[in-house]
């Protein structure tokens, strides 16, 4: 999504913060130590997926959504990385 942008000024403050807690992830050794950034992009990601003003025929909605839920099962990945580690 770096070319497109969301018009949508809850995503507009979400979407560093999540990308503050992918690069930490990212930077981070070890499923063990990566939880707790992980927790914390679920929690950002939450408040995406619990937008009340979400509508599902706008455009803006349905990126933001797709966004939203593929940070989410990323990090529903890693948490069972550390389950199976």
Do not use: W
Not at 22 to 44: P, S, Y
Not at 64 to 85: H, P, T
Request: glycine fraction near 4%; aromatic fraction near 4%; charged fraction near 35%.
């Amino acid at each position: 999504m770096h070319n497109e942008k969301i018009d949508c000024p809850l995503f507009q403050k979400q979407e560093p913060l999540m990308l503050d807690m992918a690069n930490k992830i990212n930077a981070t050794k070890g499923i063990r130590n990566k939880t707790k950034f992980v927790k914390e992009l679920q929690k950002e990601v939450g408040v995406l997926l619990s937008c009340c003003d979400y509508d599902e025929k706008d455009l803006d909605c349905k990126n933001c959504r797709f966004v939203a839920n593929l940070r989410q099962r990323i990090s529903e990945l890693i948490i069972k990385a550390k389950k199976l580690g």
